[in-house]
C-alpha cells in the first residue's frame, strides 16, 4: 500500500474501525497512523473560520483564533439575495481553511428563524426554507470547489437556545417537510456536503444522533446523501445508538471506542454498519487529501477583505429614506453618534466569534475618505444605565449639525448562542438618546446593528431615514459609507419579517416550551406565512428592502412546461438615474385545497443589477415541488389539479402582477374502503365510477339500494360519513350500498 493511497475499511481491525467513528480531540478526526489514514482538523465556521490558537493541543478556547476574514454572519448576507455572492464567500472561506489546514469548516447553519428571540438567528438564514437552501448553498459549492468539506448544520430543528442540549421539538411530520427539512434536502441534493451535523435537540421523542429515520431513512435513503455525520460537540449520548442510526463521527471524543468494539463483538452492531461509518471517515480524509497536502499556501488577505466589503455592502436593508434623507452629502454637517460608529458589532457571540484579518469601523472609513463628522458615542455597549454626561454630548453635537447619524442596536450581551432573547427591542437607554437627538434635529437617520430583528414602530417617528446594516462582518465600515454616501445603492431585502409585536408571531403560543419539550403547533404557518395568510400587519415584510433607484416590473406571463411545472418570465426596468440592482420574486399562491395551505410561499427569485433606463428579462422556472405539499395522507408530496396563482413582486406584500396556471395535478389516490367518507369514494377517479353505477341501479330499482336524498343537510352528512356508517342515515339500505361500493371496487381493481 502506498503511504498516499489509504485504505478501504477492509484492510482494518476491528479496533481501528471503531477508533474512526469518534474524534481525535475537540479539533482532530482520529487517524489511524499505522494505516496512513491522517487526523485532520475540523473547525468552526460558518461565516469565516474560527481555528483556536489551542487547536493544536486539542483545548476549546472561543476566543483566541488565528486571524482569518471575517465576512458577514448568515443575518446580513442572507439579506443580499445574491447566490452567486455568497459562493464567491465561500470559495475565499475555502482557500482559508487551505492556508490554516483546516480538512472541514463547521458550517452553513441553515435552521429555520421561527420565532425572532432565537439567540442563534443571527448565523441563520431566513424563516423562509426556499430562500435559505438558495443561499446557503453557494457557501457549501463555493468551499468544496477548494478541496475542502463542510458541514450543513444543525440537523434538525434547532430553533432555539433555550434548553436546546435536550429539549424534545414535537413537530408534524408535514412541518417538518414543508418547513424545517428542505434547506437540507436542496443543499444535499443540489451541492452533496461532505458532512452534516445533527443537532443536540430531540425531535418527537428521539435525539437527533440517534434518529435512524433523521439520519439514514430521510438523508440517504430519501436524498441520497454520500457524505458523514456527525454529532454536535457533546450531542452523542449513546454511541452504540448513534452508529447504528446513521452517525458517522461522535465529537468531541468521549474516549469510549471500547463501546463500539464490545458491541460489534456481540451483535448490537451489525458489522457491515460499522463498516460503512468507518467507511464514510475514510472517504472524507480522502477527498481532503489534496487540499490539505498543499504547503505554503497563503490567501489573498486583501482580495478577500473585498469579498467581504462587497458582502456587507448587499447585505444592507433600506427600511426607511422619507425625504430621501439618505444619500448624504459628504460636504453637509454631519454628527455621528453611537459607540457602534467607533466598535462595531460585526458579529454574532459563541462558537462563531472570529478574530478578523483586519477591522474598519465607520470613523475608520471616514477618516482615511477625508470626509469630517463631529462623533459623540452617545451610550456604551453593555446594558448598564445611561451616562448622562455621554448623552449630553451626544445631544449637542445633533443640535449643532445638519443631519444625525445614529448607530444604534443590540451590543452582544444582548444576543448570542446559547440563550434565547426575551425582548424585541432594544436597550432603552439607546431609544431615549434617540428621542432626545429627535427632539433638536429633525434629520435623522438611524443605522442599525443586530443580528435578529428588533422593534423599530416605537420610534421609527424619530427617524427619517432607517438602515439595517445587521452584522456586518469585517469591512462594514467601507461598505456602510459606501452605501451611506451614495456610491452605491442599497439592494438587501428581508430575509426575515419584521413584526410590529413580538406577540403577533404565531410560535409565541408555545415559546420557547416547558417541561424540556415544545410544541411547534403553528405549523407551517412560519414567519411570512402566518402573517400574510391571516392578514395580520407587520412593520416591515419579508422581502422588502428600498432603493435609491426606482424599479417597473412588467409583462409577467407564465407558461405551462409540463403536467405540473411552469415558467415565469418578466421584465425589470430601472426607471431611475441611479444605478442599482432590484430582487424580483416569485411566490406561488395555491387554489382550493383539501388542507390548510399558506396564501402564498417564495418558490424562486433573481437579484438584476440594472444600469439607469436600462431593462432586462428574467425568466424563473417552478418545478413540482414549487406546487406541492406534503401529505400525511400520502406520506409523500402532492400536487392538487387545478388553478395556481403566480405572483411576481419585489416583497411579500409588493405584488406587482399576478399571473395563472392551470396544472394536471399528480393524480395520487390511496385505495378506498369502508373507512372511507361517501364524498371521498364520489371524488375517487375508481369510486365515482361505482358510486354512479349504484345511483343508476337505485333509481332503476334495484333490489335493497336505496335512492339518496336530495335535501342539502342530509347530502352534506353523507358526504362526510365513512361508508361503513351509512346505515345510521340510510337504514338497512345503507348496509346494502356498503356492501355494493366495496364489492364492485374491489371487482375494478383487481
Avoid at 474512526?20 to 469565516?48: N, R
Avoid at 442563534?120 to 424563516?127: A, D, I, P, T
Avoid at 468551499?143 to 436546546?164: C, I, M, P, W, Y
Wanted: glycine share 10%; proline share 5%; aromatic share 8%.
Amino acid at each position: 500500500m502506498s503511504e498516499h493511497t489509504y485504505p478501504s475499511v477492509k484492510d482494518l481491525t476491528l479496533e481501528e474501525k471503531a477508533s474512526l467513528t469518534s474524534g481525535g480531540d475537540a479539533w482532530h478526526l482520529q487517524g489511524v497512523e499505522s494505516k496512513g489514514i491522517p487526523g485532520y482538523m475540523i473547525t468552526d465556521g460558518p461565516h469565516g473560520l474560527r481555528k483556536s490558537l489551542a487547536a493544536s493541543t486539542g483545548e476549546t478556547d472561543l476566543d483566541a483564533s488565528v486571524p482569518a476574514t471575517c465576512f458577514p454572519p448568515a443575518a446580513g448576507l442572507s439579506s443580499s439575495w445574491n447566490p452567486e455572492l455568497i459562493h464567491k464567500v465561500g470559495e475565499a472561506m475555502g482557500e482559508e481553511c487551505i492556508q490554516e489546514k483546516v480538512a472541514v469548516i463547521l458550517g452553513p447553519g441553515v435552521n429555520i428563524k421561527r420565532n425572532p428571540l432565537g439567540g442563534r438567528c443571527f448565523e441563520y438564514w431566513s424563516e423562509d426554507p426556499y430562500l435559505a437552501g438558495h443561499e446557503a448553498v453557494g457557501i457549501v459549492a463555493g468551499v468544496q470547489s477548494k478541496g475542502v468539506g463542510t458541514s450543513l448544520k444543525h440537523f434538525a430543528a434547532n430553533n432555539q437556545e433555550t434548553d436546546r442540549l435536550r429539549v424534545d421539538a414535537r413537530i408534524s411530520q408535514r412541518a417538518l417537510r414543508e418547513i424545517y427539512l428542505p434547506a437540507f434536502e436542496h443543499i444535499v441534493k443540489t451541492a452533496q456536503p461532505w458532512t452534516i451535523m445533527c443537532s443536540y435537540n430531540r425531535i418527537n421523542g428521539v435525539h437527533s444522533a440517534q434518529n435512524h429515520w433523521l439520519l439514514t431513512d430521510v438523508l440517504r435513503g430519501e436524498w441520497g446523501f454520500k457524505g458523514i455525520v456527525m454529532s454536535d460537540w457533546g450531542a452523542d449520548h449513546d454511541r452504540v445508538a448513534s452508529l447504528n442510526a446513521g452517525l458517522n463521527l461522535e465529537m468531541p471524543p468521549s474516549f469510549t471506542d471500547d463501546r463500539i468494539v464490545y458491541a460489534a463483538r456481540d451483535g448490537r452492531i451489525d458489522p457491515a454498519q460499522l463498516d460503512r461509518m468507518a467507511q464514510g471517515m475514510i472517504d472524507l480524509t480522502d477527498k481532503a487529501r489534496a487540499a490539505m497536502s498543499i504547503d505554503g499556501y497563503r490567501f489573498d488577505v486583501d482580495g478577500h477583505d473585498e469579498v467581504a466589503h462587497q458582502a456587507a455592502i448587499e447585505s444592507m436593508v433600506l427600511l426607511k429614506n422619507e425625504d430621501a434623507i439618505l444619500p448624504l452629502k459628504k460636504d453637509a454637517k454631519i454628527a455621528v453618534i453611537g459607540e457602534f460608529a467607533r466598535t462595531p458589532r460585526y458579529q454574532g457571540g459563541g462558537s462563531s466569534h472570529i478574530t478578523p484579518t483586519k477591522m474598519t469601523s465607520f470613523l475608520d472609513t471616514l477618516a482615511e475618505r477625508g470626509i469630517k463628522a463631529d462623533f459623540a458615542p452617545g451610550f456604551t455597549l453593555d446594558l448598564e444605565p445611561a451616562d448622562p454626561a455621554l448623552e449630553a454630548e451626544a445631544v449637542k453635537a445633533a443640535e449643532a449639525s445638519d443631519v444625525a447619524l445614529v448607530f444604534l442596536g443590540l451590543p452582544e450581551a444582548a444576543e448570542s448562542e446559547g440563550f434565547d432573547r426575551e425582548t424585541l427591542d432594544m436597550p432603552a437607554k439607546q431609544l431615549d438618546l434617540l428621542r432626545r437627538i429627535a427632539a433638536v434635529n429633525e434629520n435623522v437617520a438611524v443605522v442599525l446593528s443586530n443580528g435578529s430583528v428588533v422593534s423599530v414602530a416605537p420610534w421609527a417617528d424619530s427617524a427619517k431615514g432607517i438602515l439595517e446594516s445587521w452584522l456586518l462582518g469585517q469591512a462594514g465600515g467601507p461598505a456602510l459609507a459606501d452605501v451611506i454616501f451614495g456610491k452605491v445603492s442599497p439592494s438587501g431585502k428581508l430575509a426575515q419579517s419584521i413584526p410590529l409585536d413580538i406577540n403577533d408571531d404565531p410560535s409565541m403560543l408555545n415559546w420557547p416550551g416547558e417541561e424540556g419539550h415544545v410544541d411547534y403547533g403553528e405549523g407551517v404557518f412560519v414567519g411570512y406565512r402566518y402573517y400574510d395568510t391571516y392578514g395580520k400587519a407587520v412593520d416591515y415584510p419579508f422581502g422588502y428592502g428600498l432603493s435609491y433607484a426606482t424599479f417597473a416590473i412588467s409583462d409577467v406571463t407564465v407558461a405551462k412546461t409540463g403536467a405540473n411545472t411552469a415558467s415565469v418570465t418578466a421584465t425589470v426596468t430601472n426607471t431611475s438615474d441611479v444605478d442599482a440592482a432590484e430582487t424580483v420574486q416569485v411566490y406561488v399562491a395555491p387554489g382550493t385545497s383539501d388542507v390548510a395551505r399558506p396564501v402564498h410561499e417564495l418558490k424562486g427569485f433573481e437579484k438584476v443589477f440594472l444600469k439607469a433606463g436600462e431593462s432586462k428579462t428574467v425568466t424563473i422556472d417552478l418545478d413540482e415541488r414549487a406546487f406541492a405539499y406534503w401529505s400525511e395522507k400520502f406520506n409523500d408530496w402532492h400536487v392538487e389539479s387545478g388553478e395556481y396563482t403566480i405572483e411576481v413582486g419585489t416583497s411579500s406584500r409588493d405584488i406587482a402582477a399576478t399571473v395563472t396556471v392551470e396544472l394536471d395535478g399528480d393524480g395520487k389516490s390511496l385505495p378506498l374502503d369502508e373507512w372511507s367518507t361517501y364524498g371521498e369514494w364520489e371524488s375517487d377517479p375508481v369510486g365515482g365510477k361505482v358510486v354512479e353505477a349504484a345511483a343508476a341501479a337505485a333509481e332503476a330499482g334495484a333490489d335493497g339500494l336505496p335512492v339518496l336524498p336530495n335535501n342539502a343537510m342530509m347530502r352534506m352528512f353523507l358526504k362526510s360519513m365513512p361508508i361503513n356508517s351509512l346505515p345510521t342515515l340510510l337504514g338497512e339500505g345503507g348496509k346494502t350500498l356498503t356492501s355494493y361500493l366495496l364489492d364492485e371496487y374491489a371487482k375494478l381493481t383487481k
